[in-house]
Nanobody, 117 residues
Framework: QVQLVESGGGLVQAGGSLRLSCAASGSIFSINAMGWYRQAPGKQRELVAKIPSSGGINYADSVKGRFTISRDNAKNTVYLQMNSLKPEDTAVYYC???????????WGQGTQVTVSS
């Protein structure tokens, strides 16, 4: 099992910045990709950014150029630096970790990001 602890959400004005962190513990040997999803009220959960253990990073078109995902494998932590935030970025952000063994995917508890206009 993998446990995920998220931090860094909050309230910020439009144009501001926030940094989310997600620390993994437990069966970390099984972790491959790490990423962030978000879900706004009344909308489906969507991919924000994903960083594999090797290879290219994926970003949603809506956050390209504003958000940066990174991971520190020594700390088993993935980060999401969010700049130039917009009100439409308001959502609950979930850390997501892929694993090589069952159950193959884990979710964090979610952290609220609210951007005021």
């Amino acid at each position: 099992q993998v446990q995920l602890v998220e931090s860094g959400g909050g309230l910020v004005q439009a144009g501001g910045s926030l940094r989310l962190s997600c620390a993994a513990s437990g069966s970390i040997f099984s972790i491959n990709a790490m990423g962030w999803y978000r879900q706004a009220p009344g909308k489906q959960r969507e991919l924000v950014a994903k960083i594999p253990s090797s290879g290219g990073i994926n970003y949603a078109d809506s956050v390209k150029g504003r958000f940066t995902i990174s991971r520190d494998n020594a700390k088993n932590t993935v980060y999401l630096q969010m700049n130039s935030l917009k009100p439409e970025d308001t959502a609950v952000y979930y850390c997501n970790v892929g694993a090589t063994i069952f159950p193959y995917m884990y979710w964090g508890q979610g952290t609220q990001v609210t951007v005021s206009s």
